[in-house]
């Protein structure tokens, strides 16, 4: 075919030449299987497990790393057409990720094979190119980082070692990356199916559990003990696999964490995820031990409750509460709640069911929380590529359920390639009318029908013996499967006639001739494992721990709810396994036919998964079910690409003038104009009814070749009319700018330019202007000159004129006129300022005008002395006549005390009183007085008399009269003592502000008065100036005599027993107030305050200071006056 011809061409001169065997199984010539096998076997030997049939990749697992990977490889196959590289899955991955982002169809990857084939390794290696097809930019890597990682985390969890496969997915995986319409990766979306939980509590000899629980084991021992586990245990769950195996655990565990990390998963939600891994190697320790009940029945207890005490601290339960739980059923019967004790086995198998549910459930939670770290946020729209790694078909010794699911998901994966590549292809050259000799394949459907058909399908029997009421067991089953299914050609059972004595197929089995060979399932838990269910009780437990991933209404037991549990709701059965694994199923196969399907088929070389050996026999088996040489045969004979005309027309138009912009007649027409005007052999293409069939690869790629160049060169022109659009306004913009400046820079320039001219004009006109009123000023100025000149030489010819006629007069006696009028003159003036400047007419302003002529200084002085004495005179007429008594006595005791006595200045501002205690006014006193008929008072006043014995200080009235100094008792008036004021000889003061007055008295010489006298008199008395002035005047009058008056700070007393001296000492601490007489033997210490105020004298230490001032000035002026 030419086809096969075009490839050997490619071969010929392309890089294929370099291949071993051939790298598409459609140049196989001929095509016999033995050619198949032996190119297979050639090509796998020399390391090149990747051949073609048409775009479909066959793998052969290498069990070994070649370096056919990685980013350099990437970079190779980056947008080159599928045959001019050797064959790889990069090629199919570009060929998908470029038809998603050319042709904007969602795309799905289809890798099938059985266990240990290498599709999950497949998958991985279509990621890996996926993520290095795209941008760099953050967000990208971020998110193509989590999807990476999303594949160590979800194999760590549902991955496990069987005899099939080290690394066997126990899972079925769809990953949908979604893309953006850069083709950036926005996020992704990840369905799983079926886990194969039962593995959690069992597994068969050579096999291991998920990779997790030994992971954790070999994990860091810090961990280990904060999970209360230990390497040293022996789990339960883990007694056919060893903790330690080649494969590298701990490494492992490393990386599961870092991409927990990666994903987004929080420390609190790993903690948690391990503390479920924990909880359920715990819970496989716990032992049971039998007992016989009260009733009869068979009960049990947990036989180790440290176990069950670790546990409940883990999971946040009551350690009693729970050993309790796990020992029994509580079942609804009708409206009441029955709760029964468990048998020791029964109560394992609770356990082990518990231990499957939170196992499987956690797995479904670790899905949901990648996808909700993966998932696209953005609402664009987006194109998607499906990656479909699930579990492989499987054959063990002994099979159960999940390896019926298994194989159940392998037929309608074979089904799926089936009815797109063989089935609906052939179809189609019949539809559209191309000549086409049938090729014939093994269509699986009716081993899909015997399994999921309605009511008659083993799923559905299944489903019927589960909810069918009565006894139902695995044998009622197996004997529904032989009534129902017996005399279907692919189903095979004990019960048939045929295998009676098939000594291998056993009693409780029944086989299932797959596409891939012949099955048989123990029937045994199938019921169990298809109901799936768990005991109430548990599931209330399990709601009610205190952890934050298992326990609560968002934890993986919601239905322990109890309102649900109590609830009506709960007598709904939830749908069996077997009824959502076929509904989900159901969905993917919906979900794959909507998108365009990209194949690898994996091929396992040896059972023994070591590298380098190829079983032929195995290969065989494995060619033969998959259908591979049909799959050659349909693409040898068939076309390699179609399309309708419509979509054709559409991508192509460019290549030909008259299609380009619009074809306005029949698509097909159209069609036929590109292909001609593009010179391709009309033997390389046939018209179907609404398709077009290319027959070689080579003529699309070629197609698309030429496209692009049209692409190029349309972009090209666009770029060129763009281009000129850009830069004709981005011209136009330019000097529109460029006149605008221009006319502001030439406006600019003019004004500056003018502004000059106009200054220099201004300066110009300035200087002309000055010039011009210089030399009139010039003129003035000459002209004044002149005129002044003029005057001065007239008045000094009319002085001469005039000196010359009147000098005779002036010659006689005109000196001494002269003189005298200028003396005149000067008096005058002299006496006009006196007048004018004279001071006021009070005595006591100091004020004088002044006189500036030396000859007139004694009249000056004299006239100010008169004038002073005028106005005293004046003053003085002014004054009353009592007025001018006091000031007489004022200046008296100013003559007696003025500069000797502190107490002067203090007693000058207030006028003499006399009587300072109204002495006149008492009855008393009139009594008294008539006595000595000593009624003229002079003076009357508070004071004290100082003991001479003691010094002690007696308050009592001073009074003098014109005869006498009396001494009375201050209130009762009475006479202490009386002294004639002729007795008086002398006074004496202290110097400072004190009141102490010494009265010397003439010692009678002989008579009653000598008796009595005792010495002088100390006396305290408030106005003491006063006293002593008017004393001495007093005794003046009485006696014509001037006593002596002494001021001194020391005096002496005469007593009659001697006299004493008395001292005065000042004191300016301010301690004392007033004066303090302290007797010392023969001495009187009169310590005296600096700023003492004496009784009765009342000023304040401030005006004591201005009276000091004023009260001297007043004084000394009025004194004066008078
Ligand atoms: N391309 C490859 N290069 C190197 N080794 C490979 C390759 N493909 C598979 N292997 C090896 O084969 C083992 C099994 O492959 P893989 O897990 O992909 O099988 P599988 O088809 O997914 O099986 P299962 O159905 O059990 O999950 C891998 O662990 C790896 O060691
Ligand atoms: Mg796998």
């Not at 499906?386 to 019926?404: R, T």
């Not at 619009?662 to 609404?690: A, M, S």
């Not at 007429?877 to 000031?887: D, H, M, T």
């Not at 004023?1110 to 004084?1115: F, I, K, R």
């Amino acid at each position: 075919m030419s086809y096969q011809h075009q490839h050997q061409h490619v071969e010929q001169h392309g890089i294929l030449s370099r291949m071993v065997g051939v790298g598409d199984m459609v140049l196989l010539d001929p095509l016999t299987e033995e050619n198949f096998l032996d190119n297979l076997q050639k090509r796998f030997n020399s390391d090149q497990i990747y051949t073609y049939i048409g775009s479909v990749v066959v793998s052969v697992n290498p069990y070994k790393h070649l370096s056919i990977y990685g980013s350099d490889k990437i970079e190779e196959y980056r947008g080159r057409n599928m045959y001019e590289l050797p064959p790889h899955i990069y090629a199919v991955a570009d060929l998908a990720y470029r038809s998603m982002k050319n042709h904007n169809r969602d795309q799905c990857v289809l890798i099938t094979g059985e266990s240990g084939a290498g599709k999950t390794e497949a998958s991985k290696i279509i990621m890996q190119y996926v993520a290095a097809m795209s941008s760099k930019s953050k967000e990208v890597v971020k998110i193509k980082q989590q999807l990476l990682q999303s594949n160590p985390v979800l194999e760590a969890f549902g991955n496990a070692k069987t005899v099939r496969n080290d690394n066997s997915s126990r899972f079925g995986k769809y990953m949908d990356i979604e893309f953006d319409f850069k083709g950036d990766p926005i996020g992704g979306i990840i369905t799983n199916y079926l886990l194969e939980k039962s593995r959690v509590v069992q597994q068969a000899t050579g096999e291991r559990n998920f990779h997790i629980f030994y992971q954790l084991l070999n994990g860091p021992e810090t961990m280990l003990h904060k999970l209360k586990l230990s390497k040293d245990v022996k789990y339960n769950f883990l007694t056919d696999g060893k903790i330690t195996d080649t494969i590298d655990d701990a490494g492992h565990f490393k990386d599961v964490l870092t991409a927990f990390n990666v994903i987004g998963f929080s420390h609190e939600e790993v903690d948690q995820v391990l503390q479920a891994i924990a909880i359920v190697l715990k819970l496989g320790n716990i032992t049971y031990k039998g007992r016989s009940a009260m009733n009869g029945m068979e009960g049990c207890s947990v036989e180790d409750m440290k176990e069950i005490e670790e546990l409940s601290e883990i999971l946040g339960v009551k350690p009693d509460k729970f050993a309790t739980t796990i020992t029994q059923r509580t079942m609804k019967a009708r409206e009441d709640k029955v709760t029964c004790t468990l048998s020791a086995s029964g109560a394992a198998y609770a356990r082990d069911a518990l231990c499957k549910a939170i196992y499987s459930r956690l797995f479904t939670w670790l899905v949901q929380r990648i996808n909700q770290s993966i998932q696209s946020t953005t609402k664009t729209r987006r194109k998607v590529m499906g990656v479909l790694d699930i579990y492989g078909f499987e054959v063990f010794d002994n099979n159960s359920f999940e390896q019926f699911i298994i194989n159940y998901c392998n037929e309608k994966l074979q089904q799926i390639f089936i009815e797109l590549t063989l089935k609906e292809e052939q179809e189609e050259y019949i539809q559209e009318g191309i000549e086409w000799i049938h090729i014939d394949y093994f269509d699986n459907e009716i081993i899909c029908k015997l399994i999921e058909q309605p009511h008659t399908g083993i799923l559905s029997m299944l489903d019927e013996e589960c909810l069918r009421p009565g006894e139902a067991t695995d044998m009622t089953f197996l004997s529904k499967l032989h009534d129902t299914c017996g005399s279907h050609t692919h189903f095979e059972s004990r019960h048939n006639q045929e295998f009676l004595s098939d000594k291998t197929l056993p009693h409780d089995s029944f086989r299932i001739l797959h596409y891939a060979g012949k099955v048989s399932y123990c029937v045994e838990g199938f019921l169990d494992k298809n109901n799936d269910s768990l005991y109430r009780n548990l599931s209330m437990a399990m709601y009610s721990a205190q952890h934050g991933l298992i326990g609560g209404a968002d934890g993986l037991f919601p239905e322990g709810e109890p309102v649900i549990v109590e609830g009506a709701d709960n007598m709904k059965r939830p749908p069996t396994t077997a009824t959502q694994f076929k509904v989900s199923i159901a969905q993917l196969m919906k979900n794959l036919h909507s998108k365009n399907p990209n194949y690898i088929r994996c091929i396992k070389p040896n059972a023994v998964k070591r590298s380098g050996i190829i079983t032929q026999d195995l290969v065989k088996h494995q060619v033969r079910y998959l259908g591979l040489m049909e799959n050659v045969r349909v693409k040898r004979a068939g076309y390699a690409f179609r399309q309708k005309y419509e979509d054709c027309l559409e991508r192509y138009k460019m290549l030909c003038p008259r299609t380009w912009p619009n074809w306005r007649g029949n698509p097909q027409d159209g069609v036929k104009e590109i292909l001609q005007h593009v010179e391709i052999p009309e033997k390389e293409y046939t018209f179907g009814r609404t398709k077009i069939f290319i027959i070689n690869p080579k003529t699309l790629f070629d197609l698309e070749d030429e496209r692009q160049e049209s692409l190029h060169d349309l972009a090209t022109i666009m770029q060129r009319i763009w281009r000129g659009y850009v830069w004709r306004t981005r011209y136009q913009r330019m000097r529109q700018a460029q006149i605008l400046i221009s006319k502001n820079v030439k406006a600019y320039l003019g004004e500056k330019h003018f502004l000059a001219l106009r200054a220099a004009a201004v300066i110009m006109q300035c200087y002309i202007r000055g010039w011009k009123a210089r030399c009139l000023l010039r003129a003035h100025k000459e002209l004044k000159r002149r005129t002044i000149a003029v005057t001065v030489i007239a008045a000094y010819w009319r002085g001469l004129v005039d000196r010359k006629k009147y000098r005779r007069y002036f010659r006689a006696n005109a000196g001494g006129v002269i003189a005298k009028f200028m003396e005149r003159l000067l008096i005058y003036l002299f006496y006009k300022k006196l007048r004018d400047g004279l001071p006021s007419t009070s005595p006591i302003d100091k004020k004088w005008p002044t006189c500036k002529y030396d000859c007139l200084k004694t009249a000056h002085n004299e006239l100010k002395e008169m004038h002073h004495k005028w106005r005293c005179q004046v003053y003085r007429k002014s004054l009353s006549k009592e007025r001018q008594a006091q000031l007489k006595e004022k200046l008296e005791a100013s003559e007696l005390f003025k500069d000797k006595k502190s107490l002067y200045w203090i007693s000058l501002p207030a006028p003499f009183q006399g009587d300072y205690v109204s002495l006149k006014r008492q009855e008393k006193w009139q009594k008294v007085s008539a006595i000595n008929d000593d009624n003229n008072i002079i003076f009357a006043d508070e004071g004290f008399k100082i003991n001479r014995a003691d010094g002690k200080a007696v308050s009592c009235t001073i009074v003098m009269s014109d005869k006498a100094l009396i001494l009375l008792h201050p209130e009762t008036f009475k006479i202490k003592y009386r002294l004639p004021l002729a007795d008086i000889n002398g006074l004496s003061y202290s110097p400072y502000t004190d009141g102490m007055t010494l009265l010397h008295i003439t010692a009678p010489a002989n008579g009653p008065a000598a008796k009595s006298y005792k010495g002088d008199l100390i006396l305290n008395i408030a106005h003491s100036v006063e006293c002593g002035t008017r004393l001495l005047r007093t005794i003046k009058s009485i006696t014509g005599k001037n006593i002596e008056i002494k001021i001194s700070s020391s005096s002496s007393l005469a007593s009659k027993s001697g006299d004493l001296s008395v001292q005065f000492i000042e004191n300016s601490s301010g301690e004392i107030t007033g004066p303090v007489v302290k007797k010392v033997k023969k001495s009187f210490q009169v310590t005296v305050p600096k700023k003492q105020i004496p009784n009765g004298v009342k000023t304040s230490s401030n005006n004591h200071k201005a009276a000091q001032n004023n009260g001297h000035e007043n004084a000394e002026d009025e004194t004066a006056a008078l």
